[in-house]
């Protein structure tokens, strides 16, 4: 069966620090991923999304980057983090034109 | 651009009372709707899709074009309903295959004994 790892769950930063939050896929190959932030208030905002190894998609402009270094991982990155960066992150992947997104568990990000 | 309203940040319902949980949406052509859900300590999940006229855990949801809504409904509440409803549009292709799932602010529902 299909599982969907991150890490790490929680994590304080402070600003102006780097960012890596990690993401694998298991039991599935040539999965779309995808990273949402949920900000207080605010619905799951796509970030960016991914159709293949090193095909990144951002969504919005920001202050992170994603990568695909291999075809079951997706990594969230950032060089300087902001205050604003602080939310939920959630990975999801989705069979190749699937609506249907399974999440994994979360990260949630606090930057001082 | 596509959007999607949930108007309601928390519903608290009795038990065995009727539920109906709100979702709008905004979009030009014509959407695929979603409702996802979150149970405590649990990880977001696909509840049901329109498209697929069924039923689960006792719950619907029709899509009426005309008021552009997507509106979760369940005659009667049970305890363990108790969760975060997202509605969500695809309202179009990702370049190169994926497809953009656009999510509202959610909607926490309490069921109440």
């Known amino acids: 069966s299909q599982t969907i790892h991150q890490w790490p769950a929680t994590l304080v930063q402070p600003v102006g620090s780097p960012l890596s939050l990690e993401c694998t896929v298991e039991?599935?190959?040539?999965?779309?991923l995808y990273w949402y932030r949920q900000a207080a208030g605010r619905g799951l905002q796509l970030l960016f999304y991914?159709?293949?190894?090193?095909?990144i998609s951002s969504e919005v402009p920001q202050n992170l980057s994603a990568s695909r270094p291999q075809d079951r991982q997706f990594i969230l990155s950032s060089k300087k983090l902001l205050l604003s960066d602080s939310g939920f992150y959630l990975c999801?992947?989705?069979?190749?034109?699937?609506?249907?997104?399974?999440f994994g568990p979360g990260t949630r990000l606090t930057v001082t | 651009a596509q959007r999607v309203t949930q108007p309601e940040k928390l519903l608290s319902v009795f038990k065995g009372a009727p539920v109906e949980l709100k979702c709008n949406y905004s979009?030009?052509?014509?959407?695929?709707l979603f409702w996802y859900v979150q149970y405590s300590r649990q990880r977001l999940q696909l509840l049901l899709r329109?498209?697929s006229r069924e039923s689960i855990k006792g719950f619907t949801a029709d899509l009426n074009k005309g008021e552009t809504s997507f509106h979760l409904k369940k005659p009667f509440a049970q305890e363990e309903d108790s969760a975060m409803y997202y509605c969500?549009?695809?309202?179009?292709?990702?370049?190169?295959?994926?497809?953009?799932?656009?999510f509202g602010t959610g909607t926490q529902l309490k069921v109440e004994l």
């Open positions: 979009y030009s052509g014509s959407p695929e």
């Open positions: 999801a992947w989705s069979v190749v034109g699937s609506d249907n997104l399974y």
């Open positions: 039991g599935t190959s040539n999965p779309n």
């Open positions: 991914s159709v293949g190894i090193g095909q």
């Open positions: 969500a549009l695809s309202g179009g292709g990702l370049t190169g295959g994926g497809n953009k799932l656009t």
């Open positions: 329109h498209i």
